[in-house]
């Protein structure tokens, strides 16, 4: 029986935040081996997700949005920047700015980061019907919701 293999403790099976937070580092594992065949780590993937989505956005914001520390962003974004999926531009109205914009090759990469997940995802909750897997994620989303509102709220919902 290896570590990972041995019985816990009773107290921490029972302990919902433990069991979450197993679960959750069990998520991030799978789903970066997914990643990493892409050359992404999931930090890389979440910037190109914003990109995407929220469009052209300087650095601070992509930072506060994904509280990121500024420090470990400019790192990932020389990564992205050295395989060309996102551009830096100076901001004409602040040019202590950088604007980064996701590039076209940026999001090929994002798409099939994103098929590459979506077929991780059944992997992982393999035992659980889908309906199951949608009360998981919206019971924990309520959770963060509570916690951190601004965050979780549908887009074009009221503040």
Do not use: K, Y
Request: charged fraction near 25%; aromatic fraction near 4%; charge should be neutral.
């Amino acid at each position: 029986m290896t570590v990972s293999d041995a019985l816990l403790p009773a107290a921490l099976r029972h302990r919902t935040s433990f069991v979450l937070a197993r679960l959750a580092a069990l998520s991030r594992m799978h789903c970066a081996e997914r990643l990493a065949t892409l050359g992404l780590n999931q930090h890389q993937h979440a910037i190109l997700c914003c990109l995407d989505e929220f469009g052209p956005a300087i650095q601070r914001d992509v930072a506060a949005r994904l509280d990121l520390d500024s420090g470990d962003l400019v790192s990932f974004l020389d990564r992205l920047q050295t395989a060309e999926l996102i551009r830096r531009d100076r901001d004409p109205r602040d040019r202590r700015r950088q604007i980064l914009t996701i590039t076209q090759a940026g999001q090929r990469l994002l798409n099939q980061a994103e098929t590459l997940l979506d077929e991780a995802e059944p992997e992982l909750f393999a035992g659980l019907a889908a309906a199951e897997v949608e009360q998981l994620r919206a019971l924990a989303a309520g959770v963060l919701t509570r916690h951190t509102a601004q965050a979780w709220r549908h887009q074009g919902a009221p503040a």
